[in-house]
């Protein structure tokens, strides 16, 4: 008898133990926006100096190889306060998997997850104002024979729809990683007229893309992260018009853009629980469209239209840590840089350049972690950035030219999901939890007011204002 209990006891100790999540990893957007995190990318919120967490998967193939066996979703929500949930749906969404073969190879995949600027081509959703559509319409108007929309706007298309495989290797000290993105939307569209000619359009966008990094360990806790991405972005638009028409024949747009990111990070151990983190951020992004056909008997369009931006940040910090509780945070040096260069063309053209840069020195990033028990961490982080930022509109041409510029400093906060704009407030607290049960983890922003008015299960008011905010679940199966 006395054995069984034994037994039993044993049996319950080691379920007990599983339960309360050894095997599991905890991590993800909802854990960088809650621990300080500020916009690096699209649908991208990272403190630059936590170093370890499966977010960075996204911006670096290598860490594949330390969530072997691993699923992972970022189910999305509202924002830091989550008083609505418009940050759901797809480009908020998006979701992956890994698979372990030995200790060496990791595949895996990424869903739904869009890190391009091809949407800046092309507006989807029906919204009128994206790249090609702007310069298609600033063509047309100067064709006064043509009469009508295109039938190929490309505000008809959806979203796109991107995939990426990823794959790593460990071999000893490196680990190498490289990912394959694609992604594609289509439309066509018929419109026929009362003669009996039919305007048909054959739109289209998409984006391929390739990204590499590197995990080196150097040697006694010292470590380098570096990465590298390379995307060509394009949206056309071919519209052909009717024998009735005025102008017979096809007129073919379209907009290509062209990307580039490299990034690098630098562990360095100063002692059992610090290490030293700096770290530095280039990305570059230009598009142009152009017009590629011209119906007969038409002029080319000499209208043009450029578009380029440069982002690059620069930031030294570090990590604090013992059994249960984590620290990371440092100052940080960012610019963003965005220039369009717009001409309708002709004899009395005026040219415009818009050049729209922002400044943010010193940059705060500082999260905290503490596990309250096995299965129960606690986050809080703060951010803020000392920002300035200058618009300059510079009109040239016909007779004279003239420029406006402005400058205004203000912070930069209200991190959400999307991104982070001014706020009335310099700075902003976030808080956080973290939930983890054998191999299962949830991690979860939590709303401040939650703190002051209750659960809103229970007590959240007439407002909709939920617990939650954006919340990561995973899964580690190995």
Known sequence: MLKRLTALAVVLAVVGTGLYGQGAKPGGIARMISMGGAQVGKNLVYNPFIWSDPSWMLTNPAYASMYQDYAWTNVAGGTVNNITTANNGYGNQFSGINFGFGKEWTFGAVLSYDP??????????????????????????????????????????????????????????FDLGLAVLYGWTSAD???????????????????????????????GGNMLDGSVAFRTDKATDKIIFPSQ?????????????????????????????VNFIP????????????????????????????????????????????????????????????????????????????????????????????????????????????ANTNNKTENAGFVTG????????????????????????????????????????????????????????IGGGTDNLNTFGYVTISYNFE
């Open 279 to 386: 770290y530095a951020g280039f990305a570059t992004v230009s598009a142009e469209p152009k017009e590629n056909s011209v119906p007969t008997g038409r002029t080319a369009t000499t209208a043009s239209e450029k578009f380029s931006t440069t982002n690059f940040a620069l930031g030294v910090g570090g990590e604090y840590h013992t059994a249960g509780y984590y620290l990371a945070g440092g100052l940080s040096y960012a610019m963003v840089e965005a220039k369009v260069e717009t001409s309708p063309g002709g004899a009395n053209a005026v040219t415009q350049t818009q050049t729209i840069s922002t400044t943010g020195f010193p940059v705060f990033n500082l999260g905290s972690e503490w596990w309250f028990t096995d299965w129960l961490a606690g986050r809080m982080g703060y951010y803020r950035a000392f």
């Open 245 to 273: 028409s005025a102008t017979p024949g096809t007129s073919e747009f379209d907009a290509s853009g062209t990307e580039f990111q490299l990034a690098a990070r630098l562990k360095m151990k100063a002692s059992n629980k």
């Open 402 to 457: 003239t420029t406006n510029e402005t400058d205004l400093f203000g912070g930069s906060s209200a991190v959400a999901i999307g991104g982070y704009g001014n706020g009335a407030d310099p700075s902003l607290v976030t808080l956080g939890l973290g939930l983890k049960f054998s191999g299962f983890a949830l991690d979860a922003t939590v709303s401040e007011e939650a703190l002051r008015r209750g659960l809103g299960i």
């Open 116 to 173: 391009s600027a091809t949407n800046l081509l092309y507006q989807p959703n029906g919204i009128n104002n994206g790249m090609l559509n702007t310069f298609i319409n600033q063509v047309f108007p100067t064709r006064n024979d043509d009469v009508g929309n295109p039938a190929g706007s490309t505000s008809n298309m959806g979203p796109i729809e991107v995939f990426q495989a990823l794959g790593s290797y460990h071999m000893g000290t």
């Open 189 to 219: 569209n018929k419109a026929t007229t009362t003669a009996g000619g039919t305007t048909e359009g054959d739109i289209g966008a998409h984006v391929f893309g390739l990204t590499g990094g590197i995990l080196f360990d150097l040697g």
